[in-house]
């Protein structure tokens, strides 16, 4: 019997993230993000991570439409991941900065050292929150990862007082890199495909 | 004239297996381009092109033209009577094939 594999909506829905652009992008963002931390911005890092993701559409359709072609899903499906994306957006960034001028308020006062040890893991626990929304929302399996990624450098950043932007920063790189990988895999192929038909 | 019930015919358009294909995924999403297609799909250029042009001239895919950021984009999208033509295909198929043994 032949090795058939039916193509569902949730299929096309997930092969549409694997060109690796919403990755680069998200890595920039929290790259900059841990980079800020660590200087004089602070807090503030965190405003420019939207920007990146606002780039995710003109780039789409500069880099990756003329090669993947156009798609636009089911209204029911454009709903559901707008109100999704939006909500992970919001909560994302809004539980980051509650978490970012706590931390800050601690370190202030100085008084309690070991609370203060212990903040420092959150912001890359609440990244991961919203990295794993983003990944349930786009079907695509990897940002779990990410996730798992970002709870596991909080511990390490708890345990080895190393500060908050430590496991953002590594996460970061690594996710860059992912993204970096799958677009040239998408370029790549893509080009066999131009050469071929 | 045929003597009571018959076999129910199968519509001839939609029944060929390139075209299938093509109206499966443009009933999967809203609407679609050229390019798109050609990718999910598999077919050639040539033959996609044709078989486009068939759907299209029977009214059973649309096809809208807009620019985007300056630049032509086409995009096809089945029509309501392309709906109703795959779910009577749907309905066709399964009748046929439901007296065959799984």
């Given amino acids: 019997m032949a090795n058939t594999q039916i193509l569902t909506e949730r299929d096309l829905f997930r092969s549409f993230w694997d060109d690796g652009l919403l990755d680069i992008l998200t890595g920039m963002a929290l790259l900059l993000a841990g980079v800020g931390w660590q200087s004089e911005i602070g807090a503030l890092a965190v405003v420019q991570a939207p920007l990146w993701i606002v780039l995710w559409g003109p780039l789409r359709r500069l880099v990756v439409?003329?090669?993947?072609g156009f798609v636009r899903f089911s209204l029911a499906r454009r709903k559901r991941i707008t109100r999704g994306l939006a909500a992970?957006?919001?909560?994302?960034?809004g539980l980051f900065a509650v978490v970012v001028l706590a931390a800050l308020v601690v370190r202030e006062r100085g008084a309690l050292p070991t609370l203060g040890q212990a903040v420092d893991g959150l912001p890359a626990v609440l990244v991961a929150v919203a990295a794993v929304l983003a990944g349930l929302l786009t079907g695509a399996r990897r940002f779990h990862a990410y996730a798992l990624g970002l709870v596991a450098g909080a511990a390490v950043t708890v345990v080895f007082a190393l500060g908050p932007a430590f496991p953002l920063v590594v996460v970061a790189l690594a996710v860059i890199a992912v993204g970096v990988t799958l677009l040239g895999r998408f370029l790549r192929a893509a080009r066999a495909f131009r050469e071929a038909s | 004239m045929p003597f009571g019930p018959t076999i129910p015919e199968v519509d001839v358009l939609l029944h060929e297996p390139a075209?299938?294909?093509?109206l499966a995924l443009l009933a999967m999403v809203e609407r679609a381009d050229f390019m798109y297609l050609l990718r999910k799909t598999g077919l050639s250029r040539g033959n996609l092109s044709v078989q486009m042009s068939k759907l299209e001239a029977a009214g059973i895919v649309h096809l809208e033209r807009e620019l985007v950021d300056r630049r032509p984009r086409t995009t096809y999208f089945l029509s309501e009577a392309g709906l109703d033509a795959l779910r009577d295909y749907k309905r066709t198929l399964l009748s046929l094939l439901e007296p065959f043994p799984d």
């Fill in chain 2, 19 to 22: 075209r299938l294909r093509v």
């Fill in chain 1, 65 to 68: 439409e003329p090669r993947a």
């Fill in chain 1, 88 to 93: 992970t957006l919001a909560l994302g960034v």
